[in-house]
C-alpha cells in the first residue's frame, strides 16, 4: 500500500539497483565464505584496520567539494566540484605518500614498527583509488546513470574477490590479503577512468581559473566544516573498527567486520539502493516542493522499517543457530554477535539513505557538532568500559546509545525540512 503513494520511476529505479546488488551481495558472500578457510580473524581485523584509515584521510583528501558538487543545482558546477575535488585528492595523496617515505626512509625504526600493523605505505593508493571510485559513483548517481552504476559496482566486488581469491589459494598471508585489496581497487578505477576518459579529459579542460576560483570561494562551507564533520562521521561509523582494533585487538575486530558482511551487508545494499534513487529524485523536489519531499521521506521510511523489522527478528533467532551449520568453528561466535549491534543498524538505516537532505538544508555545523559529540561517546565508551565489561557488553551499549543519537538527528531533520515548507 505504501509503495503506491511513490512514483512508477523512482520504485522501478529502486529495483533495478536492487536486483544487481542482490547479484553482487551473492558473490560477496560466497566470496567470503571461501575466504575463510584461508585468513584468520586478525587476518581480517587488519584489512579492516587498514580500510578504515584509509577512509578517514577520504573524507579530508577532497576537501569535501565532492559533497558540494552532489547538491549542486548546475550540472556542470556539479561535474566542474568534482573534478577540482579528484584533482585534489591526487595531490593530497600524493603528499600523503612522500611524508610516509621521509619518516621511513630518516627513521628506519619507524618504518618497522608501522609496517607490522598494516603496510601503512600503501595507504595513499589506497585513498585514492577509493576517493576516485567512491565519488565516480556519487556522480553517476547525480547523473541518474543506473546502469553504468551497476555495472562499476560489480566490476568493484568482482576484481576484488578474485584478487583475493588468488592470494588466499597461492600465498593465503596477510600481505596477499592488503595487496589484493589494493588491486581490485586498482582495476576498477583504471576501467572507470578509461570508460569515460573523453568526459575527465573534456571537464578538466573546460573548467577556467575564475571559475574555479568562485566554485570554491561559493561552496567554503564544505571544507570549513563538513571536513572535521565527515572525518568524525567515519570515525564514529565506517572506521568504528579502528577504535574495536584500539581497545579489544584484531580478533574482535576481525569477528565485527565478518558480522557486518555475513549478516548487514544485504541490509546496507537495499539502503545504497534507496539512497542512490532518492539522490536522483531530491535535486528536484528541494527546491520545487519540500512539503511533498518531507512526505515522500516519511513514507519510505515507513516501507523501510516494514522490512528491516521482519528481517532482523530473524536475523536474532536463527542467527546463532544457522552459523553453527554454515560456517568453520573457528567462526561460530559471529552468529551470537549479531544480537548485540542489531538496534544500531535498525536506526541508522532509517535515516542514513535520506541524509543528504542535511546538506541540501546547510546544516553542515550542525552535522559536525551532532558526529563530534558521538565520537567522543564512543571513544569514552570504549575507553572507561573495555577493561570492566567484555567485548560484547560494551558493543551492546555503544550499539543503544549510537541508536537513540541517530533517532534525534532524523527527528531534528525531519523537523528542521517541515520548518522550511
Given at each position: 500500500m505504501l509503495l503506491k503513494k511513490l512514483d512508477r520511476k523512482y520504485v522501478l529505479d529502486i529495483f533495478r539497483l536492487l536486483k544487481w546488488s542482490v547479484i553482487i551481495q551473492a558473490l560477496q558472500l560466497a566470496g567470503t565464505f571461501i575466504l575463510t578457510l584461508y585468513f584468520t580473524k586478525e587476518n581480517f581485523g587488519a584489512l579492516s584496520f587498514l580500510v578504515s584509515v584509509s577512509t578517514i584521510f577520504e573524507m579530508a583528501v577532497g576537501l569535501q567539494y565532492n559533497t558540494a558538487a552532489i547538491v549542486n543545482?548546475?550540472?556542470?558546477?556539479?561535474?566542474?566540484?568534482?573534478?577540482?575535488?579528484?584533482?585534489?585528492?591526487?595531490?593530497?595523496?600524493?603528499?600523503?605518500?612522500?611524508?610516509?617515505?621521509?619518516?621511513?626512509?630518516?627513521?628506519?625504526?619507524?618504518?618497522?614498527?608501522?609496517?607490522?600493523?598494516?603496510?601503512?605505505?600503501?595507504?595513499?593508493?589506497?585513498?585514492?583509488?577509493?576517493?576516485?571510485?567512491?565519488?565516480?559513483?556519487?556522480?553517476?548517481?547525480?547523473?541518474?546513470?543506473?546502469r553504468d552504476i551497476n555495472f562499476f559496482r560489480a566490476l568493484y566486488?568482482?576484481?576484488?574477490?578474485?584478487?583475493?581469491?588468488?592470494?588466499?589459494?597461492?600465498?593465503?598471508?596477510?600481505?596477499?590479503?592488503?595487496?589484493?585489496?589494493?588491486?581490485?581497487?586498482?582495476?576498477?578505477?583504471?576501467?572507470?577512468?578509461?570508460?569515460?576518459?573523453?568526459?575527465?579529459?573534456?571537464?578538466?579542460?573546460?573548467?577556467?581559473?575564475?571559475?574555479?576560483?568562485?566554485?570554491l570561494k561559493t561552496n567554503y562551507r564544505f571544507p570549513k566544516y563538513s571536513i572535521l564533520s565527515n572525518i568524525i562521521s567515519a570515525a564514529a561509523t565506517i572506521s568504528f573498527p579502528i577504535l574495536i582494533t584500539l581497545f579489544f585487538g584484531l580478533h574482535n575486530n576481525g569477528v565485527y567486520y565478518l558480522t557486518t558482511i555475513f549478516i548487514f551487508q544485504p541490509l546496507l545494499l537495499i539502503m545504497q539502493a534507496i539512497s542512490d534513487a532518492f539522490l536522483q529524485k531530491i535535486k528536484l523536489m528541494f527546491y520545487e516542493n519540500k512539503q511533498h519531499l518531507l512526505e515522500f521521506i516519511k513514507t519510505q521510511q515507513k516501507i523501510i522499517l516494514q522490512i528491516l523489522i521482519p528481517y532482523l527478528i530473524i536475523a536474532f533467532i536463527a542467527g546463532e543457530f544457522l552459523f553453527s551449520y554454515l560456517m568453520p568453528a573457528q567462526w561460530l561466535e559471529i552468529g551470537k554477535f549479531i544480537k548485540f549491534i542489531m538496534l544500531y543498524y535498525l536506526v541508522t538505516s532509517i535515516y542514513v539513505p535520506f541524509s543528504i537532505v542535511a546538506d541540501y538544508m546547510n546544516q553542515q555545523r550542525f552535522l559536525m557538532i551532532f558526529n563530534t559529540s558521538l565520537f567522543l561517546f564512543q571513544v569514552a565508551a570504549l575507553y572507561f568500559l573495555h577493561s570492566i565489561f567484555d567485548f560484547t557488553f560494551v558493543i551492546l551499549t555503544i550499539s543503544i546509545i549510537t541508536a537513540i543519537y541517530y533517532g534525534f538527528i532524523n527527528f531534528y531533520m525531519l523537523r528542521k525540512l517541515k520548518l522550511q515548507t
Open positions: 543545482e548546475k550540472a556542470r558546477s556539479a561535474r566542474s566540484l568534482m573534478l577540482i575535488s579528484t584533482g585534489m585528492a591526487m595531490l593530497f595523496s600524493a603528499i600523503i605518500l612522500a611524508t610516509i617515505l621521509f619518516f621511513f626512509f630518516f627513521t628506519p625504526a619507524l618504518y618497522n614498527t608501522i609496517n607490522s600493523y598494516g603496510f601503512i605505505a600503501l595507504l595513499p593508493l589506497i585513498i585514492i583509488t577509493n576517493f576516485i571510485f567512491n565519488n565516480g559513483i556519487l556522480l553517476l548517481k547525480y547523473a541518474g546513470k543506473i566486488v568482482v576484481a576484488m574477490l578474485l584478487a583475493k581469491l588468488v592470494a588466499a589459494l597461492v600465498w593465503g598471508s596477510l600481505a596477499s590479503l592488503i595487496y589484493a585489496h589494493l588491486i581490485g581497487l586498482l582495476i576498477t578505477c583504471l576501467v572507470f577512468a578509461f570508460r569515460f576518459r573523453h568526459q575527465i579529459i573534456t571537464g578538466y579542460r573546460q573548467i577556467t581559473y575564475s571559475e574555479a576560483l568562485l566554485l
